[in-house]
């Protein structure tokens, strides 16, 4: 029988209390009654299974019941509730639209397919430590470096887009046609760049946002071939790239190939191209390193005029934040923290206000019967409601705060 | 027949609410009578389990259906750990309603031929 009464402590304490010895009693008599191991073994699966699953029917009962005496007890009150669900709100929003940034940002891997090996690679001046590369070093570095697998360049590029409809002003980028295989990019419909669409005097082509293929073409797949203005030219749309990829910018709708022109070799000093690329998997990235600046000083013998000074930096994709940058994210996070805490404290007040405002209501609620658990359980499912509403309406106004700052590191974020 | 909201708002009544409103209806019954009760005049086809009756008493009670009594049987009759409960006159009319309810779904029913004409 004590088992038996261990299984009546899935019931609620006021349940077990009013009818736990009846129930008891009822089991005892069947007990008496089953004659033979079969029907004993049974009589206790039976009560097994009867007293989990009318356990949970009897807590939602008193659920239900709780959630509706909640219902009533605000509309009575309703400017407690709307300060109690802003303050939640308010906490919890901050702080999910922090950590997403901070997680995406310093905790998870890029969304690239070898992230690991990624690295982003800048000419280096005593003066200017980070600078982009020019085509000509670029070119002469991609085609000597022995560390990489692959190496790829692009740059942004705004450009004006005439389409189905009426002239748009869309982000866009230039890049080598190296670099979408590279990133492990495939398209929704259509192909990639082939390594003809990037030399010079190529017909032009374009790649499309998943985003704006939709808006644009409707989500037309005979949108292949067609023709369209960018800027002063036209480019045929060979492919239409997945929605949630962004590289090198959040809101990039337009990608088209370098097709580098000739003349733009002949100037080392024209820095305008940020290039990374994937180490081969045996490679360190110090090994890079050396790899690079030895053909670095090779070209600043071979050009000592522009390349004289000229070194090159290596840093992986996902460190290409400063330590400065790194500090203000953990601050920004622990700001969301200390905010979260600072609502979680006037939170506690209101609803210690609100619990002493209804001690008259308490008191006439246990002299009615009701024990100190059913108290405790509907003030807990009235706290525990309002924080969950409150923490939908945190997190539905997360994107809101994730957008605002998560602009500042365009391909980590979703 | 005229419709109390009260009493439509219960209905369809569920299966073990309804045999314990008519186990109750002909005497106060405690826990373990009102299964035995229902037990043998289903035929044994419905053995209410303690977890399901007293959950259903519960809610019953609540509803207003049922009412713990105070009326006990002779002492030598008695086992004081038993709670007896009795119908109410909202439940009396509340097992009606559903009677009605039923017996109107038999008919239903034997008009399309899904049951058998009443011998």
């Not at chain 1, 939602?60 to 009533?72: E, K």
């Not at chain 1, 940002?105 to 001046?125: G, H, M, T, Y």
């Not at chain 1, 305008?272 to 670095?296: C, W």
Request: hydrophobic letters at 45%; charged letters at 25%; proline letters at 6%.
């Amino acid at each position: 029988m004590r088992a038996y009464r261990f299984l009546l402590y899935f019931y609620p304490a006021g349940f077990r209390a009013e009818y736990g010895d009846e129930m008891c009693a009822i089991f005892a008599r069947r007990r008496q009654n089953a004659s033979g191991l079969a029907s004993v073994a049974s009589l206790w699966v039976g009560a097994v299974a009867d007293n989990v699953t009318t356990a949970w029917r009897v807590h939602g009962d008193i659920l239900r019941q709780d959630l509706r005496y909640t219902a009533r007890s605000v509309m009575r009150s309703p400017g407690y509730a709307v300060a109690a669900l802003l303050v939640t709100a308010l906490g919890i929003g901050a702080t999910t639209a922090a950590f997403s940034v901070t997680d995406h940002v310093l905790v998870r891997p890029l969304a690239f397919a070898n992230s690991d090996r990624l690295v982003k690679i800048w000419e280096r001046q005593p003066q200017y430590p980070r600078m982009e590369l020019s085509p000509a070093n670029f070119r002469d570095l991609k085609a000597r470096a022995s560390s990489f697998e692959a190496m790829a360049a692009y740059v942004s590029r705004p450009v004006n887009f005439v389409g189905r409809r009426d002239p748009r002003r869309l982000e866009g980028a230039i890049v080598t046609a190296d670099l979408l295989p590279m990133l492990g990019v495939r398209p929704v419909i259509g192909r990639l760049f082939a390594h003809d669409d990037d030399r010079e005097g190529a017909p032009g082509t374009l790649l499309l946002s998943q985003r704006i293929w939709q808006s644009e073409f409707g989500a037309d797949p005979g949108v292949l071939g067609q023709v369209v203005r960018l800027d002063d030219a036209t480019f045929s749309i060979i492919g239409v790239l997945p929605a949630g990829f962004n590289f090198p910018a959040r809101d990039v709708e337009i990608w088209q190939p370098a097709r580098f022109r000739q003349v733009l070799f002949e100037d080392r000093r024209d820095n305008y191209l940020q290039a990374i690329g994937t180490l081969r998997p045996v490679v360190s990235i110090d090994q890079a390193r050396s790899d690079l600046n030895v053909i670095a000083e090779d070209l600043a013998r071979t050009y000592p005029k522009e390349n004289s000074q000229t070194r090159v930096s290596v840093i992986p994709l996902r460190d290409e934040l400063g330590p400065q940058t790194r500090l203000l994210l953990t601050a920004l996070f622990g700001a969301a923290l200390s905010l979260l805490l600072i609502a979680c404290t006037n939170l506690a007040s209101l609803l210690l206000a609100r619990v002493l405002g209804r001690r008259g209501e308490l008191a006439v609620r246990t002299a009615l019967g009701a024990g100190r658990e059913r108290l405790v359980r509907q003030l807990l499912t009235e706290s525990l409601l309002l924080s969950l509403l409150g923490g939908v309406i945190g997190r539905c106004s997360r994107p809101q705060g994730f957008r605002c700052w998560s602009g500042s590191y365009p391909w980590r974020s979703p | 027949v005229a419709h109390d909201p009260d009493i439509d708002a219960l209905l369809p009544l569920p299966p073990a609410t309804f045999h314990i409103l008519v186990a109750l209806a002909e005497e106060d019954r405690h826990g373990y009578a009102i299964i035995q009760d229902i037990a043998a005049r289903t035929n044994d086809e419905v053995r209410l389990s303690a977890g399901t009756l007293y959950r259903s008493i519960q809610r019953m009670q609540e509803q207003g259906l049922i009412a713990e009594t105070r009326q006990r049987p002779a002492p030598e009759l008695d086992d004081e750990r038993r709670r007896y409960y009795r119908l109410t006159p909202f439940g009396s009319a509340v097992a009606r309603a559903e009677t009605r309810r039923l017996a109107q779904m038999v008919r239903l029913a034997r008009a399309s031929g899904l049951a058998p004409e009443k011998a």
